[in-house]
């Protein structure tokens, strides 16, 4: 068996997200200049205060801001409705009529009372508008969730963009843990094989666990499988590339997957240590790179029109 042709798949880790992690950690930690261009670091949660501008009564601008956070908490963000605290980020609801429609509007809202992204959705009949029917209005929260999502992976970006600390600015530092649970000579090939292939201009290895953004390991797991019909049994071979960031969440699992004939790998990997672990970096790479947000667009600065 001259290479290990393993089925590859990385999962997503947050979530605060699904997937490929479209808005991973919109309220991280940006760093010390960061936290200075932001004037605080963001809260753990954002709070979607009553509109009180809404055109609505009291009780459909309520149940909007609810439907608006139930829907955020839906995209893995942690929105509350609740009134904006000294300190918070928050959702400013709103909404406009012009002619015979009116368009609600989103606005983020830094703590120090400045707008730093908005979205529109898209107008609404007012007579439909006026009469504040629940399905309506969990209609636009729901279609409007996607959006404020990707606004604050803007600002989220931004503030990475501006802190030269975050990973946007400089390589990640990933701590190699090895390998464990391999038959033969596996913990030792796959180990130097990762080492050999996983170093780029995004990423580098470092000897000890301290201030490591993220760790890595690799787990094997063999079982047997069927005798099969032509008297050459099987072995399940699973790979386990599991990648923790700095906090201790998992950010993701490179797994690979392979049957291969039994005991063929209770000596030496050779090329298949190689491969497996030049497949296993790149998954690494890209869990990171999801995780961290690090490829995300920023959001560019405010215009004066829309700080209202």
């Keep these: 068996m001259n290479c290990l042709k393993a089925a590859f798949s990385v999962f997503g880790g947050m979530i605060l997200l699904s997937g490929c992690v479209d808005m991973p950690h919109p309220f991280g930690d940006p760093g010390p200049e960061g936290r200075r261009l932001a004037l605080t670091t963001p809260p753990p949660r954002l709070a979607v205060p009553t509109p009180p501008d809404s055109l609505l009564d009291n009780t459909a ?41 009116v368009t609600p509007h989103y606005i983020v809202m830094m ?62 530092k990933v701590y190699f843990k090895g390998v464990r649970g391999a038959p033969g000579d596996g913990n030792v090939s796959l180990a130097r094989a990762f080492v050999a292939s996983f170093p780029d201009q995004h990423d580098k290895l470092q000897n000890t666990a301290k201030d490591a953004d993220y760790s890595v390991e690799g787990v094997v797991t063999l079982s047997d499988g069927p005798a099969g019909t032509t008297g050459h049994p099987v072995q399940h071979i699973e790979i386990a590339w599991r990648t923790v960031a700095a906090d201790g969440k998992e950010a993701g699992a490179a797994t690979q997957l392979h049957d291969i004939e039994a ?35 920023p959001l560019p600065p405010e215009t004066a029109a829309i700080k209202k």
Aim: net charge neutral; charged share 15%.
């Design 111 to 172: 703590p120090n009372g400045e707008a730093r992204g908005h979205w529109d959705a898209a107008p609404i009949p007012a007579s439909v508008w006026a009469q504040g029917q629940k399905p309506v209005l969990t209609s636009l929260a729901a279609a409007s969730a996607p959006q404020i999502s990707a606004v604050l992976t803007g600002i989220q970006a931004a503030m990475m963009q501006a802190d030269p600390h975050s990973l946007k600015r400089r390589p990640a």
């Design 61 to 101: 601008s309520a149940f909007w801001a609810r439907e608006v956070a139930t829907q955020l908490v839906d995209q893995a963000l942690p929105a509350v409705a609740q009134p904006a605290k000294t300190g918070d980020w928050w959702l400013r609801l709103s909404a406009t009529m012009q002619g015979n429609e």
């Design 263 to 297: 005991h063929s790998l209770d000596g030496p990997w050779g090329d298949v240590a190689m491969v497996a672990a030049s497949e296993a970096a790149g998954g690494v790479h890209q869990i990171i790179t999801n995780y961290s947000g690090r490829d995300h667009k």
